[in-house]
């Protein structure tokens, strides 16, 4: 679909409204994907204790470092409209009270007791508006006795076991190079937002629904964790985790909760050597492995009786990985994704972020990333949904916004203040600091 | 058992058919632990998933697949060949009464057998279909065939995740563990699927959804992408901490009883930190030279930084079990935790308090299991597992006889026809 189509078709939230108090990552995620799909977003800001604009590491060389030039939160906070606002003010907190009591979804990403101080808990939103759909995304929930412990994505994971199953036997643990429970924690924000939504769209009642980051991670390791419960064996043991094979030589031969325990299952290098010029290979029956053995040109070493079976090839994996590397040395990755397919055999590259955006013909089809003008970014690529409703397609349709931007539109024109409460407003430092420099939009919005 | 116990789960009412296996079967458990009717629809014999470990005892069979038991609660099972008219015929009747129909078949397979969503829909135009296949219904992957080490490849989770060489040399890049690929296309699917569902109670209307599964994990490496996009750079995989650019501290620390801590140090190194640092190490007396009042000068921090990383924080973790400081350190607000294997969580006194931990009964074992609970609490619609995994056809009485007005007589001939 072109995107002038997608822009003149209605959106799946269109007419919601979402109070937006989340900082750093995984909140903003969450609040992109429900702006994606057509709520208005408002989002919090004070550049007192921002957290997300600053400091950048993705603040293009030739661009300055402020509040509004960070690439990676352009990328995490499209959809947005800005609200800069003091909230620990008495006046700060009446607007924001006047905003959750014209809006259906609350949702931050403060550790567990930060809106309640504010005068914000739960029973006090309900006054407001009770039909409320709260979201709050702790590191470790509200409830419990260690509800005021404390995460980053990297803790979360470390903590929930998810680090622990990602690595080599006998290395400390390779873990996640990102946050990945920033992105997956900032899924289940949205998850959380939109099941409230239709709880409430069917029984007209709201509620509270408390997720926790480091919570929502263990679910995502069931089947070690069924392995304990009900076999009583420990993931803690000889040849796990087995790196990028199903099973490591020499080890016991027991499933390793990555699907069917096969080989070849590995990481291969390609032509020429770089550092990320790697493959994958899979073969999930004696059928595919052969079909491998002819793509390989059926060299004299795959076509030995001992690769012939499963068995024969998970006890002589060393082996055969050698004898594939050397062949797949020969070949770029691309070229040989394209003949291990074309063959019916499961092969795919090792892709970077520059793969990804500029290699990948899928992605390019499928116009994973387009284009969309920052005021101060200019135009960049932004990442689309990997989903397509047809008929209420998610598609980028705001950048992300400047600090305070629309600060005036909300104020007057959502909440019908005068343009003279605005002004004092600036002027009492309950929407941008005195003592701080304003920004040219800010002053014509006080024009 | 508290009233919000008791009450009805979010999503109650909703009735899902589930034709979908290791791609899938996540997004229809979500579904189906906070409440909705999942009727997952099998071939006869069951789904390929069942012959996936590991196995109850250890004894390979489709009934004792702890990878089936885990993803396909509080669903009802039934058995069903869409390679037959009759198969078609009963699919079409239950695809009419249902809100959603979730598939991964690969593209096309459906259509070829009139039973894709423009079909499906002149009976139905509420319904929503959400097809969650490895590169969606188009371009010029949609039909290469993958696994999830295929997918956390592609979709640069690996490109992002490994050693550093003094770790490692040489290593490969690394795929995390545990199918991760499959949450991340089902957690989007739920989201496309939920969004579709608030939009059909404003309109009425339904539609259908393209996912794909390497869309959700090219989405997936945080900052990865914006900083190829905004600087050009391309990350560097580093053991057991966030991907960059160019080489950094490191965060994960060996302690005293052989396991690690993951500290985030680095990047924090300022007076006041520096400060509570030296009261937490101090709590033990491996303070060193930190209480030394030169630590309150940026510079000096930034002088010995490697100092405090390695020799300081090093040492102190070192010398104390991974669970001990962890504790010690989040009750003085530091950001650190314990790496720990999935099975320790049992023992989490924080899981047990929110009551996380779930009993499962297996009535035809005579024997319940413990599973994981939910990712979060819902306080007025909760989560819950409504029962085991189904069996082999354990509701095709109920649904094809209660629900579709068969006898159990012509049940019995569609089992001998192999129709289910």
Known sequence: ?447 | MTEAQTLPGPLAGLRILELADEKGQFCGKLMGDLGADVIKIEPPGGEETRRVGPFLDDIAHPERSLFFWYYNTSKRGITLNLETADGCQLFRRLAAAADVILETFPPGYLSSLELGYEKLREQNPGLIMCALTPFGQTGPWRDYITSDLLHMAAGGQMASCGYDEVDAPNAPPIAPGGGNAWHMGCHYAYIAIMAALVYRTVTGRGQYIDASIHEACALTTEAAIPNYIYRHEVVRRQTGRHHAPGSTPRTQFRSKDGRYVTALVAGRLNPRYIKDLAELLDSYGMAGDLKDPKYQDPKVIEANRDHIIEELVGNFIASLPAEEVYHAAQARGFTWGAVRAPEALLDDAHLHDRSFWKQVEHPELGRGFVYPGEAAIYNGSPWRISRRAPLIGEHNQDIFCGELGLSVHELAMLAESRVI
Not at chain 1, 40 to 64: A, C, F, H, M, Y
Not at chain 1, 129 to 150: A, E, L, Q
Not at chain 1, 402 to 419: A, F, K, P, W, Y
Request: hydrophobic content about 35%; charged content about 20%.
């Open chain 1, 1 to 447: 679909m072109q995107e002038h189509d997608a822009m003149s078709l209605p959106r799946a939230l269109d007419g919601i409204r979402v109070v937006d108090f989340s900082w750093v990552r995984a909140g903003p995620w969450a609040t992109r994907w429900l702006g994606a799909l057509g709520a208005e977003i408002i989002k919090i800001e004070w550049p007192e204790n921002e957290r997300g604009r600053l400091p950048s590491s993705t603040t293009p060389q030739d661009v300055e470092v402020n509040l509004n030039t960070s690439g990676n939160f352009n990328d995490t906070n499209v959809n947005k409209r800005s609200l800069s606002l003091n909230v620990r003010t008495p006046k700060g907190l009446e607007i924001v009270k006047r905003l959750i009591a014209i809006s259906d979804i609350v949702i931050e990403n403060f550790s567990s007791r930060v809106l309640r101080n504010w005068g914000l808990g739960y029973e006090e939103l309900c006054k407001l508006k009770p039909d409320i759909v709260y979201v709050s995304m702790s590191g470790y929930g509200h409830t419990g006795r260690h509800h005021h412990y404390t995460t980053f994505g990297p803790v979360a994971q470390a903590v929930s076991g998810l680090t622990f199953i990602s690595g080599l036997p006998d290395k400390p643990p390779a873990g996640w190079g990102w946050s990945y429970m920033d992105d997956t924690g900032g899924m289940y924000g949205a998850m959380c937002a939109l099941t409230g939504l239709y709880h409430r769209n069917m029984t007209g009642q709201g509620q509270h629904i408390d997720q926790a980051q480091m919570i929502a991670s263990v679910p995502l390791t069931g089947p070690a964790l069924l392995d304990f419960t009900v076999n009583g064996r420990a993931s803690r043991r000889d040849g796990f985790p087995p790196g990028n094979r199903a099973h490591w030589p020499g080890t016991p031969l027991v499933n390793n909760y990555r699907g069917p325990t096969v080989a070849p299952h590995n990481a291969y290098r390609t032509h020429p050597g770089d550092y990320n010029d790697w493959c994958v290979l899979v073969c999930h029956s004696d059928e595919e492995w052969q079909r491998l053995v002819q793509v390989m040109g059926q060299p004299a070493w795959a076509t030995t009786p001992k690769f012939a079976t499963l068995a024969g090839r998970l006890q002589h994996q060393e082996e055969m990985d050698e004898g594939i590397e050397a062949w797949s040395m020969t070949l770029d990755k691309y070229e040989l994704t394209e003949r291990c397919q074309a063959a019916g055999v499961r092969a795919l590259p090792v892709q970077s972020s520059e793969d990804r955006v500029e290699h990948d013909p899928q992605l390019r089809h499928r116009q994973m990333y387009r284009e969309m003008e920052h005021p101060a970014l200019g135009v960049r690529k932004l990442q689309n949904a990997p989903f397509k409703l047809s008929e209420t397609p998610a598609v980028n349709h705001l950048p992300s916004p400047l600090i305070g931007q629309h600060t005036r539109e909300i104020v007057e024109g959502l909440l019908g203040c005068s343009h003279a409460e605005l002004l004092a407003g600036y002027a009492d430092g309950t929407f941008w600091p005195t003592t701080r420099a304003r920004y040219a939009y800010m002053e014509e919005m006080l024009r």
